[in-house]
């Protein structure tokens, strides 16, 4: 059979139960504010990084793209020139 424990107490001491004197200590109350303050930390924490990863992506994506219209629209310039040339270099070849 199982015995059962009785926690006996002094009078005017406060009964508390084995498994809750984490937080009834100085020591306790404080690494309890600390967790308070650094769990909610380390959970938001990735989310924050990947959203300023996902802004810097999507603005080097966005210079590239200008980028990439810039030299496409100069080398659109360069083959007209070319066509240019080259048919107005043929013109007396054909009369």
Not at 57 to 82: D, H, M, S
Request: aromatic share 8%; net charge positive; charged share 20%.
């Amino acid at each position: 059979m199982r015995e059962k424990h009785s926690i006996s107490t002094a009078p005017g001491e406060r009964r508390t139960l084995p498994g809750r004197r984490a937080f009834t200590t100085l020591q306790g109350s404080l690494i309890g504010l600390i967790l308070l303050v650094l769990v909610p930390f380390l959970l938001s924490h990735p989310y924050l990084s990947f959203e300023r990863y996902e802004y810097r992506k999507e603005g080097a994506l966005q210079a590239n793209l200008e980028i990439a219209r810039a030299v496409a629209k100069g080398f659109e310039t360069f083959a007209g020139l070319v066509r240019q040339s080259v048919s107005s270099a043929g013109m007396p070849m054909r009369s």
